[in-house]
């Protein structure tokens, strides 16, 4: 690790090397994580509740699917506002709104008397989701020292992981208690987990870290009032965040949305497997991400983002278009496994990406609801198209599709800029 620190964009300081204090997470952090934690908890544990309470209602397939997609197409919707609402009033009481909103609505689920009612409740839920999602990211890069923003998002972002297997195996438990009673318990964690925030998160106008110094200590930052918006526009002028863009989109279409939807109806239409299998190959994807995003964090504060962006992008596209190959359950789940680890590998290093660009002294909301918006749809496109697709054809091309464009989001990058050149670290 000989070659000098060489940072640009809005946190600049090319003259200093990274420390081991400079890439300590402060405790605020943590109070994220301990959050997100009881969310991904809570959501595992309704997600395999709610289609089957949505049948109930005896409306067929597809209202119930219908139930499950309004809450990621609110999130779409209302992710430019949650933007500009963090933009106005501030990341942590937006945050808290947030999950505020999601309780209200989750609790009212548990209480739904007909279909329509669950669904604009259901729906409604996600308005909050976007809320909390777009205030998070803002506050880790306002929390996250310079030198370790990739090892914050990777930290959450196994918080949320680790929450999203436990969910369902408590769910499981909680099968003989009725399927109004998950969306209770679920109600009562995030007010929890809002009142966490609330009590151990102050006000972030007076979080920073120091790194010239070389110490991770925290200081004063502009008073938030005072702070510049980055614009959409201002963000779209560097090649970082229009490459950001597409592989999130990118991602949330094979990660987030073909795993969901077709991954499961692959294992048990085309390899005859039945509905244990189909869940165990979702757990073997969630395996993968959780071992990558567990250790990536550092690496890409140290060698820089780009290279775990492309090689997790080439990873997820290549074990995924070979899905197309595959007739055998055993392949089945390597290919998942491996699919996991290159998304695991991209994904916080392209959050960190983001950081990067808008700095730690501007508000971004706008800036970061437009990357939501990108993951979410893709998430909402991917299992559409590659569905169409399956009608059509077969789940072949619809595995090759979706590699092909983790291939091409891979090869974008190569235009984007590092944003985060490879660092020094001093160990002593």
């Known amino acids: 690790m000989s070659e000098e620190n060489e940072k640009t964009g809005p946190d600049a300081n090319p003259t200093d090397a990274a420390t081991e204090d400079d890439r300590r997470l402060p405790k605020q952090i943590y109070v994220l994580v301990a959050a997100a934690f009881i969310v991904a908890l809570g959501y595992g544990i309704i997600a395999p509740v709610l289609p089957q309470f949505a049948a109930s209602f005896d409306f067929g397939v597809t209202a119930a699917t219908i139930v499950v997609s309004s809450f990621a197409f609110f999130r779409f919707v209302f992710s430019p506002t949650s933007g500009r609402l963090v933009d106005a009033f501030g990341e942590r009481r937006i945050y808290i709104t947030g999950l505020l909103i999601v309780a209200a609505s989750t609790g009212a689920v548990a209480f739904a008397q007909d279909y329509w009612q669950l669904l604009i409740f259901r729906g409604l839920g996600g308005i909050g989701s976007t809320m909390f999602s777009v205030s998070a990211m803002a506050l880790i890069i306002r929390l996250a020292p310079v030198d370790a923003r990739a090892k914050a998002s990777s930290t959450y972002a196994t918080a949320f992981l680790v929450g999203n297997i436990a969910g369902p195996v408590l769910g499981g438990a909680m099968a003989g208690w009725g399927m109004r009673i998950p969306f209770i318990i679920y109600a009562v964690g995030l007010v929890i987990a809002a009142i966490v925030v609330r009590i151990f998160l102050a006000s972030t106008a007076s979080f920073g870290s120091s790194t010239k110094s070389g110490r991770a200590r925290l200081e004063a930052t502009k008073d938030e009032k005072q702070m510049k918006v980055m614009t959409f526009r201002q963000a779209w002028q560097d090649s970082a965040y229009r490459s950001a863009l597409l592989s999130a989109f990118v991602q949330g279409w094979s990660a987030m ?172």
């Not at 077709?262 to 869940?279: E, H, N, R, S």
């Not at 993968?288 to 080439?314: C, E, H, M």
């Not at 971004?364 to 697709?389: E, W």
């Not at 072949?396 to 990058?413: P, Q």
Request: aromatic share 12%; hydrophobic share 50%.
């Open 257 to 428: 949305g073909i795993r969901v939807a077709i991954y499961p109806l692959f294992a048990i239409q085309a390899l005859k497997a039945d509905t244990a299998v189909a869940g165990l190959a979702l757990t073997m994807f969630a395996i993968g991400n959780a071992s990558a995003v567990t250790v990536v964090g550092r690496f890409a504060d140290t060698y820089g983002r780009k290279p775990f962006i492309q090689w997790g992008l080439l990873s997820l596209g290549v074990t995924t278009a070979a899905l197309a190959f595959t007739d055998s359950i055993w392949l089945f789940f390597v290919f998942s496994v491996l699919a996991g680890i290159g998304s695991g590998l991209a994904n916080p290093a392209q959050q960190a990406t983001v950081a990067d660009v808008i700095g730690r002294d501007r508000k971004g909301g706008r800036v970061l609801s437009k990357y939501q918006m990108a993951l979410d749809g893709g998430a909402i496109l991917g299992p559409v198209i590659a569905g169409a697709v399956v009608d059509h054809f077969d789940y072949s091309w619809a595995f090759v599709l979706t590699g092909a464009l983790c291939l091409i989001a891979a090869g974008v990058w190569f235009t984007g800029r590092e944003t985060r050149p490879r660092v020094r670290v001093q160990t002593d």
